[in-house]
């Protein structure tokens, strides 16, 4: 179900989703841009929070650039094992989502480990404890867009990718995936930065205690972690059925070869796919791209698909609809 909400409401998630302000009294800003007082606005995003609208506040890390290794997972699990699966998948720490969808593969799954730990070790544990049927490890080969973001006035996608103004990045193509070098500073920084924002009027005041640094000094760090794309922005992340978009989609293509590039940035211009990746292939399954997509219906998915399809001439597809969340979060690194 969705929630009803004023306008005020909306364009307070349209500023929090995209450039929330790391100042030392953000709402108090969010206000002066919306003519609402602080106080409003913190009880607005309360009450939005309350409603399940808002998820979190908090920096989105790359995953991979922290020096954490991550894949997606498929997998089959018998249907009547299924929900019990699912909960013994969402124990893992590492497990950020985890959605039932249509199609043989049932259950898909990201998970991430640290540097020191084996990721195909953990699949292989919890492919066990499931007694799942079957499992593909499907990690990134070439990634080419992540950026959740909807337009809360229009009702529509908004998706970019924030590593870059024109929505893909190009030049990251070759570093997304290199893990690089943290001090023993920024790994603090981090570790404050991903907990979900107090609202109160000055939220990171504690922040920059604890670090014992001025609240100036944790904004530098802040810019410092996102110039070195250790750090993709610092927003709200919201829980997309509540806020209006009621399908996602995953859709997935069988690209030649040597169009991969090429169709991958065509696909990850479309403002309603918020990510895309290319990822292996296996002899029961021929698809090598991935993009999300999140809209208001499902007739609105089917159309975004087609118009992809229009547009790269790409027309061996699929459209795997989740139709059950288990887990949706945020991985803590360096906990």
């Keep these: 179900m969705t929630t009803t909400m004023g306008s ?26 919306v003519d609402l007082s602080e106080e409003e606005v913190i009880q607005r995003i309360d009450n939005l929070k309350r409603q399940n609208v808002i998820r979190q506040i908090s920096a989105i890390f790359d995953t991979r650039r922290l020096g954490y290794k991550t894949t997606l997972v498929a997998a089959r699990l018998p249907q009547e094992s299924l929900d019990a699966g699912a909960q013994i998948i969402n124990q893992h720490p590492g497990v950020s989502h985890n959605y ?54 229009k009702n529509e996608g908004n998706a970019v990718d924030y590593f870059s103004p024109d929505g893909y990045n190009k030049s990251g193509q070759g570093k997304w995936n290199e893990a690089q070098t943290l001090t023993k500073f920024d790994i603090q920084v981090i570790r404050e930065l991903q907990e979900d924002l107090d609202l109160i009027s000055t939220p990171f005041e504690s922040m920059a205690q604890r670090l014992n640094i001025s609240q100036t000094e944790l904004f530098q760090a802040a810019h410092s972690l996102t110039e070195r794309e250790l750090m993709r922005r610092f927003s709200a992340v919201l829980h997309h059925r509540k806020a209006g978009f009621g399908s996602n989609a995953m859709a997935v293509w069988k690209v030649p070869t040597d ?27 021929p698809y090598t791209h991935f993009t999300m997509i999140h809209a208001t219906s499902r007739d609105q998915c089917e159309k975004v698909a087609h118009e992809i399809s229009n547009q790269t001439g790409i027309s061996d597809y699929q459209l795997l609809y989740s139709t059950r969340e288990y887990k949706k979060t945020r991985v803590r690194y360096f906990v």
């Design 8 to 33: 005020s409401d909306r364009q307070i998630l349209n500023i929090i989703q995209t450039t929330f302000p790391l100042v030392e009294r953000p709402f108090e800003n969010v206000g002066s841009q």
């Design 100 to 153: 039932e969808r249509d199609g043989y593969f049932n259950l898909w799954f990201t998970i991430a480990v640290s540097a020191d730990e084996d990721l195909e070790e953990s699949v292989s544990f919890l492919t066990k404890q499931t007694k799942a049927e079957a499992v593909r490890m499907m990690p990134t080969i070439k990634f080419f867009k992540i950026g959740v973001n909807f337009d809360m006035i």
């Design 259 to 285: 169009r991969s590039t090429e169709v991958g940035y065509l696909m990850a211009q479309s403002k309603w796919v918020t990510h895309c990746y290319e990822r292996p292939t296996f002899p029961d399954w």
